[in-house]
């Protein structure tokens, strides 16, 4: 189902309060990126609109499903653009267009307007040129909302980009006291070495600056993949339920039209996985999952303020390279999913460039830190960002 240029694009009905809250405070909405249909997938390829390409290489996809809003901040045809994160899609994009992706830590923000896909883990955050512009944008959607959302927990909003000093401001080392420590599984098998080496890149410019750098061990971290896309297609069958084509979506059409075929996929995976004489085996054992992944990092979080990770095993790769092949493809979320599953916030800096054939390809950092820590969090990557400054 391929909505043709011509049709009349449909118009939301009511603002987001992150939306209405950006409004409120000054900010101009140009208009609506591409993405991923319900956000499922990691290339904007399968979006009704058509696939969206990486400004840096026409050929090559600018990651998902937000690839709309980071390619759209990459080539500067606006100043900052919203995703949502269930398992990477703010993050992911970031890192393969070479801009900054922040998600928030799960309740933070209200996600009254926000179209579901797996509850328990989406949440919006920014993409921006930088981290002061993504705190700025932060601060202006953590306004309290007047609407009900049950998983908001703290309505409390935040200057987040007053805590940010200013380069003459910062001392010759102004990472001093703060601990990193890099993720070990996410440096070892499947992950491209020309990333792994930018990690280790970084770690020494954090060591110059004055920050502690160890590397840990997380051995519950590969189990988070199918985990999360056990649980995530699971809550997805049910939030898409609605999508029936009486209440929701298009009248004319029968129940299942009208969706494309990586949603269908997505809802008979999710089914699967919670009828009745498999969820024992698959849900049910992805949330005991979930609890290991939640205790280990939570554990690390306790020695350390940072945990580092590539933002994504590869920089950009090919259009349709991954496109028949949905294994391939969730296997490149690999360093994103945890953060969702245990709601931790996270931001994606630039980490610089890869030589990929004849081309220069960015590829990001990612920063997580501890629940609600978003003033640490931000903090430290601005620091990061404008004393490593890479274009
Ligand atoms: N690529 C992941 C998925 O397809 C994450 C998507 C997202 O965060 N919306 O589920």
Redesign the pocket.
Known sequence: YTLSLHDALPISPFNSHVVSALKASGAIILGKTNL?EF????TTETSAYRATRNPWEHRRVPG???GGSAAAVAQHQCIAALG???????R?PASFCGVVGLKPTFGLLSRHGLMS?ASS??CIGPVTSSVQDAAIVLSAMSEPSQQIDSTLQKQKSSAYHEHLLDIEHMTTQPLRGRRFAIIKETIGPGVEISVVERILTAASDIEDLGGIVDVVSCPTFNLGLPA??IL?LSEASSNLARYDNVRFGDSELSRSEGMGAEVKRRILMGSYALSAGHSDAYYKRAQEVRSLVEADLSTKLKTYDVLLTPAAPTPAFRANEKKDHPLAM?SG?MM??NI?LCGLPAIVVRGGKVLVEDKLLPVGLQFIGRPFGEVSLLETAHIFEICTWKN
Not at 39 to 42: A, E
Not at 84 to 90: H, L
């Open positions: 991923d956000g499922m997938g990691s998902g499903s937000s949502s994160d269930t398992g990477g899609s703010i992911q896909y883990f989406d999360y896309y995530a969730f979320d994103t999913v969702n």
